[in-house]
């Protein structure tokens, strides 16, 4: 499923990240950017070394912002590493720190020139954001994103499971609606 926004568009996957074509793929990282489980893990053991090894040099990243390293050994260029809040309530500055880590992710993107990414659900697995709730910050930012910024032409989003996808769907069916 997709939408068209200008020249660009957001596309919905079913898939793994690792192995996305796109510039860029963006990791749910931590905060240590030092590698995990889920997403984070994933693309560290698919990217190698030299991934990990940036991410030290840079030190860590705070909740809501973004950094950027090497794509290693995936098909990707880069890695964007977006750290997603942990959730507690939803009234915990929880949306304003999700959208911003797309934002910041979005950011990094066009600083390099770059003319595709492919994100994740940032925050929805261990992080324990409600997906329907996380789907709906995602795609709104991306979307009002696109539209300034006419420069990146896709952003996947790519989602491991079937139930994400339609919630995902949902979420995006719903933007359209309201475009």
């Known amino acids: 499923m997709e939408m068209r926004i200008g020249g660009s568009r957001i596309e919905l996957v ?8 796109t510039d860029a793929i963006v990791n749910a990282a931590n ?17 190698g070394p030299q991934i990990l090894a940036e ?20 098909k990707a260029r880069h890695v964007i590493h977006a750290v997603g809040p942990i959730y507690r309530d939803g009234r915990s500055g929880e949306p304003e720190l999700l959208a911003s880590a797309y934002q ?3 950011e990094l993107a066009s600083r390099f020139k770059l003319r595709s990414v492919a994100f994740p659900a940032i925050s929805t697995g261990a992080y324990g954001y409600p997906v329907r709730e996380a789907a709906e910050i995602a795609l709104r930012t991306i979307a009002a994103y696109l539209r300034e910024h006419p420069e990146i032409e896709l952003v996947r989003v790519v989602l491991f499971g079937p139930r994400a996808y339609e919630i995902h769907a949902d979420a995006l069916r719903k933007l359209q609606g309201a475009a």
């Open 14 to 21: 079913l898939g793994d990240i690792t192995q996305q074509d």
């Open 31 to 47: 905060l240590s950017l030092l590698g995990g489980g889920g997403v984070d893990g994933a693309i560290h053991r698919a990217g």
């Open 55 to 74: 991410c030290r040099r840079i030190g860590g990243c705070a909740a809501g912002d973004a950094r950027i390293t090497t794509g290693g050994l995936l």
């Open 104 to 106: 910041r992710s979005l």
